[in-house]
């Protein structure tokens, strides 16, 4: 296995681009903590709901927790470059982003620095679909994944990893979401605690494309149909994501 290396830390600022309840907990976090913390979001995700209870979209939550935020249409923007500012004891980490991002942005604007947070195997489940996937296919291996970003989509080196297993309590997709955003939340935390107040250096892990598998997103008036012939328990597993 091919490793390089790659150092974190020492950081005060903490810099989330994306969106997603996980975003939103780890940025209150980061506030309470004493860290600069800056969200840069699209405005798709800005308008999400992110409560379970409540329909409290992403953008009005920040703002009532008085998180500095910024919506863009485009991570290309003069606005976004802004945005990001100086890195050099920045920690940034991207959730879902909106964007694919380019080289010259990632070189320029993000000066190489930018991860991002994949909560499945890699390089073996890329792609979207997420949990709905976790149950169709039986899988209850779980894995909280901070890689770096290239211009391709979840190919970059993996600089740190966690794995967990999914209790027999995770039923259906809401359920994994639930396990998943403690796992992750947890290891981010202990991340970003870990490069606080010195330099730590990472051995990371090039992805081997010949392992590579892509799962795309979901489509339920064209997936959601049973197959008949699948045996009892796929139908079972199938019923549990509708």
């Not at 308008?47 to 939550?61: M, Q, Y």
């Not at 909560?119 to 770096?148: D, E, S, Y």
């Not at 992805?207 to 197959?227: A, C, K, M, N, V």
Request: net charge neutral; glycine share 8%.
């Amino acid at each position: 296995m091919v490793m390089t290396k790659y150092s974190l830390g020492p950081i005060d600022r903490v810099l989330l681009i994306g969106g997603g309840r996980l975003l939103f907990r780890l940025a209150v976090w980061a506030k309470e903590s004493g860290f600069q913390i800056r969200v840069i979001t699209a405005p798709r995700h800005a308008k999400e709901a992110i409560g379970e209870t409540d329909s409290a979209s992403l953008l009005n939550a920040l703002e009532n927790a008085d998180i500095d935020t910024v919506v863009v249409d485009s991570i290309d923007s003069e606005e976004a470059r802004k945005a990001v500012g100086d890195l050099k004891s920045t920690f940034a980490l991207s959730f879902g982003a909106a964007w694919i991002f380019k080289r010259n942005t990632l070189d320029n604007v993000f000066q190489g620095k930018l991860l991002n947070l994949h909560g499945t195997r890699l390089p073996q489940n890329r792609g979207g679909g997420g949990f709905t996937w976790q149950v169709i296919m039986g899988n209850r291996f779980g894995f909280c994944v901070a890689h770096k970003v290239d211009e391709g989509v979840d190919t970059g080196d993996i600089v740190s990893y966690k794995e967990f297993i999914y209790p027999p309590s995770c039923r259906i997709p809401a359920d994994f979401y639930r396990h998943y955003q403690e796992q992750n939340y947890n290891f981010i935390v202990s991340l970003l605690e870990s490069v606080r107040v010195q330099s730590r250096d990472f051995a990371c892990m090039l992805q081997p494309e010949y392992l590579s598998t892509y799962w795309p997103r979901l489509h339920t008036p064209t997936h959601g149909w049973i197959d008949w012939s699948w045996s009892a328990s796929e139908i079972e597993r199938f019923l549990r994501i509708r």
